[in-house]
């Protein structure tokens, strides 16, 4: 069964700290992906990474950065988090391209305070 | 960019077939139609893909016509277990197009 873990369910930040959001997953995909879903809005793509170090802007990548340096870990990085990066972050892994099945791990909620 | 369209929520009785529409207007030759299922405080989870005509698969089927400007989520004889979040997401296998799901459909299902 495949599965795509994520560090924490649930994490409170202040604003102004550095945040790290770890995702892991099993399948030996080529392709990770960090969205965020707010009310309203579904999901949006921040940050893909298509191969080791290899990384590409989503639809909202503003105040986010990426890390990928093993296949198996996509990280999602606040350089500085601020209170309107309250959300719930999701990490998906699809084998081949956007259009194949993404694997989604359980979420993080992120709250800056 | 293909964008997708959703009505916002659907309500249905156990027992019934639902039927969820996504509009995606600018599809391109190469993307692919996906549907999602969301539970509260979980991620989404694949329930079908179709690229034209019709998909079906223990779950559901997925209804596309000829211009495939639209698709249709076709969920047989829903349960309470179904009342979820559904997602239409339209996306190609090419790593520089982005990705665009839909807002969702909020399925809630009565006894």
């Known amino acids: 069964d495949v599965k795509v873990t994520q560090s924490s369910r649930y994490l409170v930040k202040r604003t102004g700290e550095k945040v790290f959001l770890e995702c892991v997953q099993d399948?030996?995909?080529?392709?990770m992906f960090w969205y965020r879903q707010d009310p309203g809005l579904g999901l949006r793509l921040i940050y893909f990474?298509?191969?080791?170090?290899?990384?590409e802007k989503g639809d909202i990548p503003e105040g986010y950065s990426v890390s990928r340096e093993k296949k198996e870990r996509f990280s999602l990085i606040l350089e500085s988090a601020s209170t309107n990066q309250t959300s719930m972050y999701l990490c998906?892994?699809?084998?081949?391209?956007?259009?194949?099945?993404?694997?989604f791990g359980p979420g993080t909620r992120l709250t800056v305070l | 960019l293909a964008k997708t369209t959703q009505p916002i929520s659907m309500d249905s009785y156990e027992g019934q077939e639902v039927n969820i529409t996504c509009s995606h207007n600018?599809?391109?030759?190469?993307?692919?139609i996906t549907w999602y299922q969301q539970f509260p405080s979980q991620g989404p989870r694949f329930i079908i893909q179709?690229?034209?005509t019709k998909v079906t698969n223990e779950v559901a089927s997925l209804f596309i016509p000829a211009d495939r400007k639209s698709s249709t989520l076709s969920l047989p004889r829903v349960s309470l277990s179904d009342t979820a979040v559904y997602y239409c997401?339209?996306?190609?296998?090419?790593?520089?197009?982005?990705?665009?799901f839909g807002t969702g459909t909020r399925l809630q299902v009565f006894p």
């Open positions: 399948m030996d995909h080529e392709n």
């Open positions: 997401l339209v996306a190609s296998g090419y790593n520089t197009d982005k990705l665009i």
């Open positions: 600018n599809i391109a030759t190469n993307d692919y």
């Open positions: 998906a892994g699809a084998s081949g391209g956007r259009g194949d099945t993404q694997y």
């Open positions: 990474s298509y191969d080791v170090k290899m990384k």
């Open positions: 179709g690229y034209k």
